[in-house]
C-alpha cells in the first residue's frame, strides 16, 4: 500500500498510476483532516465488487464457506463438464 500527499501525487501522477496498475498497489492520498482518497486499479476493484456480490446474501457465503471446508478436508471431487 503506498501513501502520499495530493502535493507529491499531482508532481508525479504517472509513476503513481503506473505502480497502481502494473504492480497491484493500492494508493492513497491524505488530503489532510482525516480526508482521503483511495486509487486501486480497475482489476482490484472488479475483483472486490465481486467479492461482495458472493458474500452480499448468508446461503451464498455458507456455500462458499462449505466449498472451502471440502477443499480444505480432501473431500471435493472433479465432475466433466457438458457442452
Known amino acids: 500500500m503506498l ?5 507529491s501525487f499531482r508532481r508525479d501522477i504517472k ?10 498497489e493500492t494508493l492513497i492520498i491524505n488530503r ?3 480526508n ?7 482489476d482490484e476493484y472488479n475483483s472486490l465488487c465481486a467479492t461482495q456480490h ?12 462449505s466449498a472451502i471446508e471440502k477443499l480444505r478436508k480432501g473431500s471435493s471431487f472433479k465432475k466433466e463438464i457438458i457442452e
Open 32 to 34: 489532510g483532516n482525516d
Open 54 to 65: 458472493e458474500l452480499s446474501s448468508k446461503m451464498n457465503e455458507k456455500r462458499l464457506d
Open 15 to 24: 509513476r503513481y498510476l503506473d505502480r497502481v496498475t502494473e504492480d497491484f
Open 36 to 42: 482521503g482518497v483511495v486509487i486501486m486499479s480497475l
Open 3 to 7: 501513501t502520499t500527499t495530493i502535493s
